[in-house]
């Protein structure tokens, strides 16, 4: 029996200091059918050169600054495995990462994505705060849930970062490539919601990867801001709504959240108001009034 290839996607940018790490991680998995790509998203710092070391072993690819959303694209264009896996940069895989993830897509016509938790470590790479472990896989299908806007209480998880999100190539190729912002702005919570709104999926329960907290990851470090949660709902609704019309109450309840965190922060930034404003533009009269008072509502909320 062919096993299937992994294309492991890394996206990189200025974080010499952890690539490396990351590279090797993805490199030294146990199953053998892997590629790495490793997409730097026009660093300053000297990630061509770490990236040089390593190319008879990985697919380089060299692009100018556009964020995450273009390295995800810029990766997965770049990749020819039947499944995906992304790697943030400054984060590394567990040796039997691959494996598990092949094993548990066993029928990729049925299971589409693959979602893990990540194990937290410090800027060195030691373990912060155990993960409870039962050993447990979850067949996951939302779309009903997605498309009644409704999916809070309706996952058996929490849904990972970059780093534990893989996907068959059949799906992924329906999500990418994704709308491009800089930044972080339009980042992995387009990828996680396309896939639970329009494929099933399986969920793991143990960790297959480290997810490293350090004083440059600002998302990671701080992931309750509402600063940076509100353009991120914001343009991940108004990319969800475009492509995937299944998805539009889901987006519409995400949009509500997005510009009432943006009015309790006293407006919206100067660069999300055109997203705004198309987006009010496409609403019906009855949408509109609803995702006003949701809007309000989290306002108000303490």
Request: proline share 6%; with cysteine; hydrophobic share 45%.
């Amino acid at each position: 029996m062919i096993r299937p290839k992994v294309s492991i996607a890394i996206n990189n940018y200025n974080y010499d200091r952890y690539l490396a790490q990351a590279i090797e991680s993805a490199l030294d998995q146990t199953y053998a059918n892997v590629e790495v790509i490793v997409v730097d998203d026009g660093s300053t710092d000297r990630s061509r050169q770490v990236i040089e070391c390593y190319r008879d072993r990985i697919i380089p690819v060299y692009k100018a600054n556009g964020g995450q959303a273009s390295a995800f694209n810029a990766g997965f264009a770049a990749s020819t495995g039947e499944i995906v896996c992304f790697l943030d940069a400054d984060d590394m895989f567990l040796p039997e990462k691959a494996a598990a993830i092949v094993d548990a897509i066993s029928d990729p016509t049925v299971m589409q994505w693959c979602f893990h938790p990540l194990q937290l470590a410090n800027a060195q790479m030691q373990p912060m705060e155990p993960i409870l472990q039962l050993g447990e896989t979850y067949p996951v299908d939302v779309r009903q849930d997605v498309t009644k806007g409704k999916l809070k209480g309706k996952l058996p998880f929490a849904i990972p970062a970059t780093s534990g999100l893989c996907f068959t190539r059949s799906l992924l190729s329906k999500i990418l490539p994704m709308p491009e912002a800089e930044s972080i702005l339009l980042n992995d919570s387009f990828l996680q919601f396309a896939a639970l709104g329009i494929a099933p999926g399986i969920a793991l329960d143990h960790p297959l990867a480290l997810q490293r907290v350090h004083g440059s990851n600002a998302y990671t470090a701080n992931s309750a801001s509402e600063r940076i949660n509100a353009p991120i709902r914001i343009l991940t609704a108004a990319a969800l709504r475009d492509r995937f019309p299944s998805t539009k109450q889901f987006a519409n309840c995400w949009f509500a959240d997005g510009l009432g965190l943006y009015w309790k922060l006293g407006g919206v930034d100067a660069a999300i108001q055109p997203w705004v404003d198309r987006y009010r533009s496409e609403l019906s009269p009855t949408e509109a009034c609803v995702i006003w008072m949701r809007a309000t509502y989290r306002r108000l909320k303490p």
